[in-house]
């Protein structure tokens, strides 16, 4: 792979080598991986951006230890970074927060889709993303966010139509958020407020 100078023949090693590392468990050695990992990310800077889209797609789905390539593909344009910042579960922390602070409002919106999103992440995002890029994190039940984290949003949703909805309709917004944000909302979402505050406090007075 590394001697290989055909931009389309290392495109296939490089699918041909992900494949047998991810099904062969005899060859999934610590030390073939990090080979790999650094022969990888080398390589990878000479493809063009349809073959390093490509890769991303296909070591996005696998859970092989190749940090250093997938961040490398995640700091790249969104073509190519997309599909490791919405499933790759090889990305760290640090590296999403990373992406998150660096990278364009494309790269924070495919980070709000990921399956799981720690406080750390949501926080950064509803910092830096713009408010699709927030309303997006909202809806996804598998983002955690900290009370900090939605006193931001809920401050940003009084002007905001894009995120009251989300925000309202979200599992687990502090109720006095919500009621803060009651007389800035539509109707529809004031008897929404009512109905979430009616089943967290169901013998309230009226």
Known sequence: LAKEGSSDKRRELLREITGMLSNDAEMRTADNCSAFDEIASAVMADLKADARSEISRVLAETALPLGRTMRQLAMDEIDVARPVLEHSATLTESDLLDV???RSQDHLMAVTRRPSIGERVSDALV????????????VNKGAQIGRQTYEKVAERAQASTTLQAPLVRRQGVPLDLLNDLYVSVAAELRQEILKAAELICPDRPE
């Open 100 to 102: 998150v602070s660096s």
């Open 127 to 138: 910092q830096r993303g713009e408010d699709q890029v927030v309303a997006s994190l909202l």
